[in-house]
């Protein structure tokens, strides 16, 4: 059990507080973006790995407002867009990318998009990053729910953040925290703060999303959360492969159900595949813990995605393995609910009620694996979380879409 | 009848222009939103109270693009939304606030709402104002008419201000003017524009707003307004009372009959009840001078409502009493129209028609009532127009919503 | 045959890449738009008529985040709008003026308007241009179509360009192409570029629109493409002429249908009298080169649309000789389609397919007439491509619309 315990250290070493940081306000309501950098030489830290953290806006086209705040841990560029919900837009560690390439080449403003266009789609005009935040109203597939038409997804990667605030920690190894406010609000149908946290360390090609739930109203509310979280080539290619600790595991609808023996595995890109989605109940360890990897054919490099099943119970494993101009990407997805449209989920018990001034945490570890050795490592924890008894496979789909 | 002569005594100053005043442009097609301020004393006017009238832009999350412009008189902190229908966001009087809580903390950007949403009440995602304009085209309840989904309550709130201009009188009182010009503009629909002008004074606790609609086409059209007049603590409370003379009132629906016979009280917050409304046809002067008023249980303070009835015919009294934290506001609404779908207007004779390249004017005084004499004379001069006739009551409502 | 081959020269000319250029970036990601501008005196160039282009910004309503470009030939002012799909606002050549008075005053940025709202027909909110662009994906009339909303004439006008450059040759007759680049692109759904070129050179009254639309996907695509070249006074009067060499001429609907007969000629401003639309099968030479003119009354002035059948093998004819208020106006539109849905489109061939990775070219040269004798050769040139067969004139509409 000792792999397993060291991936709740892991969570615990994140929620604790630094004693000592250092506070930038990059967006507040009285502060205009514009661009801004820092560094661990400005800082006169010179204990620790080199690092920078900036902000700049974009210009032109649907960019026009958006921004990026781009972290480099000495050993990973990270890009955060606040103005997309505080969105992870991509991760570079040297030749090894976090990401995908979608046919989205612009970091769109929300501004410019309907969500409710393309029948409720209009979510894909801006869709490319590594992890898009899904909710926190609801996720999942446009469709009308209780007399309203629900856009795909719902809106969290369309709200900008209100303010965004950077910390430095003063004392080795000088953690870095970026934390973004969302606020999801209409006068009589939702009143959802979001304090949307991304934590990193100079060195290091890890990284952690710490959101926080509240529930300002003070009445009980629906809500739903997926971290849509998007790996292309080089991780992704032919071969590739997919594991997590699982109690069940079911094809998303009859197309995904035709390809359910080769589940883990990835084909190349494949023009016109389209894509497959299996729905999965993931096992965690006695604290929740569970993990998700996938990995490289020759198992030599691959990602591992940490979470806890008692925040996300479910988990969506999305095979969009189409055509590299299209989108060749997989998508890992731990939630709190499937992709079906919110109306189809309440019957599987996956729409959840956050109570009044309720607040919900959802922690979320993502680190590169970088050797043969360290992939070996993550598969070894998943093993001993499977404990012995194969995931039951389900034939059929949970829900039928209309 | 002299303090209905007083009332009316109150609009003609109001229409009054000054003779010498001192134009500042703050918003315009050559001029970036920036901050800015002037007051008594750059203006070297020492002969009255200081006042001082300020802009500032707005940042971060769907504030983004948003400005403020702050008229202080003294006695009185006005804050107006130029980017949002130059709707009045809250006004300050010492520790008397007119305006509300609601759960909406940002002031959006319209680029961000798309009114459409949540099956046409978009609107509702930046609803927060003491003075929300309804209209032009139409208000009321979202719902299809003539091919149509008309969203709630119309775009006036939506039209962020084309041109801003600041007058400031260089007489004693040195009457303070802030003009906006609103666009409701679509190629064979409509071409409306709305001079909307909110007039102070130095020293007071009292603001006007005059808007003046023209009908630019050369077709007759038809429109609607309403003034959505939103009040909470610390006038509304527990007991708190409404008055106004009247010549009928009828519930708006079902759930408003029930409380039908205390529809001139408010009860505390009180989570779960979500909204009565109570349809009232005012009665004016000679001049056709109304009055709306809401005080306190004690009677020791309030906020009196003048409008002519010539051209706002018919008053909405919306108590929205729910919890403090989903938002506990009544609401003052003089108006053209009810707030049932246009399409259920019409027969009701609620949808007038502005012909071509016609005006229409609506003058409203809003005036602080600090005192227990304040608020009695107010009521007298509601008595005084109810001229001894009580207000019909009826006991159904006028229209029936799908 | 003289007068035809002439205009193929004309675009022929276009075509041809000058040799050596400077390049301005007007708008890119790193590039906030401000005011700027450069002449022929700044670029020491001294041997040919002077002339100017400039970039502003514009604020205040809808136009907030606008941009403008405006070329000055010295002969003609063109105005550019880059935030709007690299639309031509205007033309003016001292007296004479291409484009028309719409009830939309306002230059709107996009981020404004909600294309689905209106029943569709949200586009109408910011259409005033005398060159709108309509596609890609689709153009025509609102409807339903394979599951979506297909709002009015597409989304190109409202696409701001991503990235604009400015290229005036260093060779008389320093040539000035403005290149602006859009994207149309959503996950799964599309992935267009189009790059949108207008060429002119210094001491012109004419101008040319170059746009070159990629499928950057590895899938095909419909598309529809349509140029509404817009036309009020003081070309547009009563007794206005249009011609063109035509296969066939029919009406758009019932309504067209009444006039057939008058098809080629305009009224004046007529109140109330909405719009008739006529389908034109064009002619053109052996290249595919055709030519559209719109002339006077006296036959005086007018202007001269080339373009080739073989881009754009479709024209609408669209007279909404309205009231000068409403809009008195006459598009002359080379388009891949009609104005209707897309959906009634197919059974007429004209919803075309772009292969993977395909490019499709548009080429559109404006010209003023601005003598009888220029009037006079353009319609010669008609005569020339009629070739002595009349066109047919089919009595009943290509298709119903519901």
């Given at each position: 059990?000792i792999p397993v315990r060291s991936l709740v250290g892991c969570i615990v070493v994140v929620v604790a507080l630094p004693a000592h940081a250092v506070d930038y306000t990059l967006i507040a309501p009285d502060k205009p973006i514009q661009d801004w950098s820092i560094g661990n030489d400005q800082l006169g830290f010179h204990d620790g790995p080199p690092f920078k953290v900036s902000l700049r806006g974009l210009?032109?086209?649907?960019?026009?407002?958006?921004?990026?705040?781009?972290?480099?841990?000495?050993?990973?560029?990270?890009?955060?867009?606040?103005?997309?919900?505080?969105?992870?837009?991509?991760?570079?560690?040297?030749?090894?990318?976090?990401?995908?390439?979608?046919?989205?080449?612009?970091?769109?403003?929300?501004?410019?998009?309907?969500?409710?266009?393309?029948?409720?789609?209009?979510?894909?005009?801006?869709?490319?990053?590594?992890?898009?935040?899904?909710?926190?109203?609801?996720?999942?597939?446009?469709?009308?729910?209780?007399?309203?038409?629900?856009?795909?997804?719902?809106?969290?990667?369309?709200?900008?953040?209100?303010?965004?605030?950077?910390?430095?920690?003063?004392?080795?190894?000088?953690?870095?925290?970026?934390?973004?406010?969302?606020?999801?609000?209409?006068?009589?149908?939702?009143?959802?703060?979001?304090?949307?946290?991304?934590?990193?360390?100079?060195?290091?090609?890890?990284?952690?999303?710490?959101?926080?739930?509240?529930?300002?109203?003070?009445?009980?509310?629906?809500?739903?959360?997926?971290?849509?979280?998007?790996?292309?080539?080089?991780?992704?290619?032919?071969?590739?492969?997919?594991?997590?600790?699982?109690?069940?595991?079911?094809?998303?609808?009859?197309?995904?159900?035709?390809?359910?023996?080769?589940?883990?595995?990835?084909?190349?890109?494949?023009?016109?595949?389209?894509?497959?989605?299996?729905?999965?109940?993931?096992?965690?360890?006695?604290?929740?813990?569970?993990?998700?990897?996938?990995?490289?054919?020759?198992?030599?490099?691959?990602?591992?995605?940490?979470?806890?099943?008692?925040?996300?119970?479910?988990?969506?494993?999305?095979?969009?393995?189409?055509?590299q101009t299209t989108g060749y990407v997989a998508g890992l997805e731990p939630g709190t609910s499937f992709s079906y449209n919110r109306s189809l989920q309440r019957d599987l018990g996956l729409v959840p009620t956050i109570e009044a001034r309720g607040t919900r945490d959802f922690v979320l570890h993502y680190r590169l694996l970088p050797s043969a050795a360290a992939v070996r490592t993550a598969l070894q924890?998943?093993?001993?979380?499977?404990?012995?008894?194969?995931?039951?496979?389900?034939?059929?789909?949970?829900?039928?879409?209309?």
């Open positions: 059990m210009n032109g086209g649907r960019q026009e407002g958006s921004a990026l705040i781009e972290i480099d841990t000495g050993a990973m560029q990270l890009t955060v867009v606040p103005t997309r919900g505080m969105n992870v837009l991509r991760a570079q560690a040297g030749a090894l990318r976090l990401g995908w390439d979608s046919p989205v080449s612009e970091v769109v403003n929300p501004a410019f998009v309907n969500l409710e266009s393309r029948g409720g789609l209009g979510w894909l005009e801006g869709f490319n990053e590594l992890v898009a935040r899904c909710g926190f109203e609801w996720v999942g597939h446009p469709g009308e729910d209780r007399g309203e038409l629900l856009t795909l997804h719902g809106r969290a990667s369309y709200l900008p953040a209100r303010t965004v605030v950077l910390s430095i920690d003063d004392q080795p190894p000088h953690r870095i925290s970026l934390k973004g406010v969302l606020s999801e609000q209409a006068f009589k149908k939702v009143d959802f703060q979001i304090d949307a946290e991304l934590i990193t360390e100079p060195g290091t090609t890890a990284f952690t999303l710490h959101d926080r739930l509240t529930n300002r109203s003070d009445q009980p509310a629906e809500y739903q959360v997926l971290y849509h979280s998007n790996f292309g080539a080089p991780l992704l290619g032919e071969g590739a492969r997919f594991a997590m600790p699982a109690r069940e595991v079911s094809p998303f609808n009859a197309r995904a159900q035709q390809e359910l023996a080769n589940w883990q595995t990835f084909r190349g890109p494949t023009a016109g595949y389209g894509e497959t989605v299996y729905n999965i109940y993931p096992l965690g360890d006695d604290s929740g813990q569970s993990l998700a990897v996938l990995h490289d054919k020759s198992a030599q490099r691959g990602v591992a995605l940490a979470f806890n099943v008692k925040q996300l119970p479910v988990f969506s494993l999305w095979k969009n393995t189409d055509s924890d998943i093993t001993t979380l499977q404990n012995g008894h194969p995931a039951k496979v389900r034939q059929t789909p949970l829900a039928q879409e209309r």
